[in-house]
């Protein structure tokens, strides 16, 4: 997968360009919960979603919910799908408990959304390290053919956050966190197994592996420890995310 | 949290006004060119993100910069994990964070996000 990034104007680490050759051709796959075709129009309304209509004046508006109207969309994604990609990937500062839940009401399983919220996380990583870097976004994925597993961790279960998550002790959690306690962030798509492993494979590469983070002995990356936290929260700020 | 860790263990104490645009950089190197970097790719104006860009590269050479777009891709997206699922900020670091929270008002993200 290096391909990816063979004609970059600047040299790509290889960890990393290996790294989003995983994810990219992961989302063309089928999921957990949906099949690799629903996962690449997934991230394609990632996309498209900056452009639509519908989205930028939500984002102006004082409340997103005073606009009502339709997104401009393509594809066989529900309507409902749309909502989560567009909203997520374009306001995600003002997103509310409330609106998660009528999505549910409007018949999206709580894994379809955990694993819609997966690709689109993916998507926003790899597009927004490509926009900064000035290179052109990656081609979509081709998707591939199969059956989603439909496997759900026996022990997910509800707890402080809007969807069920996997505690560490749980059936399956020792897959997924080993014997580290895992931060909530890291919880947080425990419905869908396969999306937090592959995000974390993300964020090592992307970010620092969890034990270079708290490791203010040496510097793991081209800039220093202050100068990436700097940059991560200042993006943070933008988002509005308080996490 | 950690850029202020960061801080601490190399004697040096941070603005972390930064982080909301409040001060130019902070005291980190290069750190005006980072905010700046920061907000031009999270923004529309392609001019202004191949400046900072330009700038940034100067600045941290070219190892850096993919590094740079790299932090800053991975926390726009990780930013939409936390928000869509609703998670909370762990105990712990609410307690330790507490205080800048207060004082550069970061919670009032949270409180418009749960309305």
């Known amino acids: 997968m290096r391909e990816f990034y063979a004609a970059a104007p600047i040299p790509i680490r290889d960890d990393l ?8 051709a992961r989302i063309g796959k089928p999921g957990t919960w949906w099949t690799g075709e629903a ?11 900056p452009s639509c209509a519908l989205c930028r004046a939500r984002k102006e508006a004082l409340s997103p919910a005073a606009v009502a109207g339709a997104h401009d969309r393509i594809g066989e994604l529900s309507a409902a799908v749309v909502e989560v990609v567009h909203r997520v990937a374009t306001d995600p500062g003002r997103l509310a408990e409330r609106w998660f839940r009528d999505i549910l009401a409007a018949g999206l399983m709580a894994e379809e959304y955990v694993e819609a919220i997966g690709v689109v996380a993916h998507t926003v990583a790899i597009d927004t390290f ?34 069920p998550w996997l505690e560490p002790g749980e059936a399956g959690a020792g897959e997924l966190y080993g014997t580290s306690r895992p931060p909530n962030i890291m919880k947080a798509m425990s419905l869908v197994p396969d999306e937090v492993a592959s995000f974390f494979d993300l964020v090592a590469h992307q970010y620092q592996p969890a034990a ?23 993006v943070s700020a933008l988002n509005r995310c308080l996490y | 949290m950690l850029l202020r860790a960061s801080g601490l263990t190399q004697a040096r104490a941070y603005d972390l006004a930064a982080v909301i645009g409040g001060v130019e950089g902070g005291g980190a190197p290069h750190g005006r060119l980072l ?30 910069l993919v590094d740079a777009a790299a ?11 936390a928000d869509a699922t609703g998670i909370p900020l762990e105990e712990q670091k609410a307690q330790a964070s507490a205080d800048f929270r207060a004082a550069l008002s970061l919670d009032r993200f949270a409180v418009a996000a749960r309305e």
């Open chain 1, 39 to 49: 996962r690449v129009a997934i991230a394609d309304e990632t996309r498209r979603a």
């Open chain 2, 35 to 64: 905010v700046e970097f920061a907000e031009a790719v999270l923004g529309e104006d392609d001019a202004r993100l191949a400046r900072a860009r330009a700038d940034l590269g100067a600045a941290v050479g070219s190892a850096g």
């Open chain 1, 212 to 234: 270079a983070m708290r490791d203010f002995s040496r510097e793991y990356r081209a800039i220093s420890h202050a100068q990436i936290e700097l940059l991560a929260a200042r």
């Open chain 1, 130 to 163: 490509a926009r900064g870097l000035g290179l052109d976004p990656l081609p979509l994925p081709q998707s591939r053919p199969g059956s989603p597993s439909r496997r759900r961790p026996v022990g997910a279960k509800a707890g402080p956050a809007w969807v």
């Open chain 2, 71 to 81: 932090v800053a891709g991975l926390f726009n997206a990780i930013d939409r994990v």
């Open chain 1, 17 to 24: 360009a290996a790294a989003h050759g995983r994810a990219w």
